[in-house]
């Protein structure tokens, strides 16, 4: 199989981005496949992207709209969708620079590049392993040529190099993705001895010795990590977990606290330490640590919306409204005054206080009637209503804002939304797809998508959605009625009455082991 050869081109590519230039750099290099690009939107938080394959022998093209919140995350998710539809037996190359940078998608370029011009080249094969890792674990299909590809590239650095810790750690991350914790440990363990205090290496030889029941082992490895890696935080969070599911709470805040005095000028910690007051219904010490952050607001800018944050994760719905009121008036920034304003705005529907909530989304669209985030709020407020009239000018609002950002999920989801109680199907089931296709793990969208198909009568289709839905989360109760209903249209009664029979032995179960059950 000859190298594919992809153009990847955005705004300052010099040269046309299109199927034809694609095609014809293809048959120069002799290339099955091309990929071309292109960058075609970018706001302060976020890349909206176009790319497609072109499979030269068969005519076909492959599409994939997206957007992600920065260039990198969307060149990891154009990566993994190019070697989904490719497959192992292929190789992506680069024949132009893109300004994507150094992303993921360079990244495989130059390592493949290396890996097959230069085969001892241990350095390009571990970076090009790692990339297949990412891929292989962030897919839930889990795809089979991505791990022959990692296991490939460590066989061929392992045969040259026995104690290559690129080599153990890779193999040790293969151990684990076949559930085989004692030679993963054994294969960490002696990566760590030869590369000591690699603080992500430390984290999963303590995450794989606390799978083996070796918890002593990992609080031993994490305090010895955080000692040399004091601002990486997962390793604190691991050992702080280790201590509440070991009935340690006073080590636990010993800990939270060594983290904030590790990290003063960073905020999380003392967030943490002031949800880990809370739960232990020590509330005045949960309140000092939030006034520690607003307090400082110098060093602390975001401390006002954290404490708000704080507050309506714990219900403490007036406190929230008031740390939300007290940043609002505090800020000088006038580009974060309506991200306030908004924040309260949830508070206030959660109160259930929807007249509120719509005169100050009102007040916020009046000094900017252009703020979608904004009008999608007045939307979602005006299908609560449910009205006729509210649910028509709801619609009216999400299909202006779906025109607009038509590569946001949620809002297609919502606009779905509105037209389900428009009884607009057909149209309705279109946004959902297209939101599916945008964030393939939206159960949301996926639940409703499915709901769609046994209103429909389109029982198989019910039935796949509902069982991609349980892929993702196999005690979705949701999901298993659907799939239930859907059987009962397609007559598979047995399969049906089996379905929501575990259904309610499942819910008589769980009432029996609640307290006075």
Known sequence: MRTVSPTVAIKSFAGNADRQTATDLAKRTKAQYAIFGTLVGS???????????VDLAKDKVDDLDGRDSTAEAAAGRITVWALEVLGRSHRIGATRKSSFGSTSIDAMRAFQRAVELQPDNEDAAAKLSEIFLMAYTSDAKHPPHFLKEIEDNTKKILDKNPKSYDGLRLRGYLYLLRKDLPHAVEDFKLANSLKPNQADLMLVLAQSYIADKKVPEAEALAKQGIEGNKEYFPLYNLLAQVYMQTNRPQQAEELLKLKA????????????????????????????????????????????????????????????????????????????????QKKIVTVLIAQGKMAE???????????????????????SLELRAGTREKVLAALNDLQSLVSKNKDNPVLRF????????????????????????????????????????????????????????????????????????????????????????????????????????
């Open 261 to 340: 005095s590790n990290n003063p000028r960073n905020a999380t910690p003392l967030v943490e330490l002031a949800a880990f007051y809370w739960t232990q219904n020590r509330k005045p010490e949960a309140e000092a640590q939030l006034n520690r952050l607003t307090s400082n607001v110098k060093d602390f800018p975001a401390a006002h919306a954290l404490a708000g944050d704080f507050h309506f994760r714990f219900r403490e719905y007036d406190k929230a409204v008031d740390q939300y009121r007290k940043g609002f008036q505090q800020t000088p920034d006038a580009a974060q005054k309506p991200i306030f």
């Open 414 to 517: 919502e606009y779905a939304r509105a037209l389900l109680l428009n009884n607009d199907l057909d149209q309705a089931r279109v946004q959902l797809q297209e939101a599916i296709k945008l964030r393939p793990d939206y159960v949301l969208a996926k639940l409703a998508l499915a709901q769609v198909y046994v209103t429909k009568g389109e029982f198989p289709r019910a039935v796949e959605v509902a069982n991609d839905v349980l892929q993702y989360d196999a005690n979705s109760l949701p999901a298993k009625l659907l799939r239930s209903s859907a059987m009962i249209g397609l007559k598979e009664y047995v399969q049906a009455r089996q379905e929501l029979n575990a259904i309610l032995e499942k819910n008589r179960a769980g009432r029996a082991n609640r307290p006075g059950g």
């Open 357 to 379: 909530a719509n005169q100050l989304v009102a007040e916020i669209l009046k000094e900017n009637p252009k703020d979608d985030q904004a009008i999608a709020m007045r939307a």
């Open 43 to 53: 706001a302060k938080d976020s890349v909206r992207f176009r790319v497609s394959l």
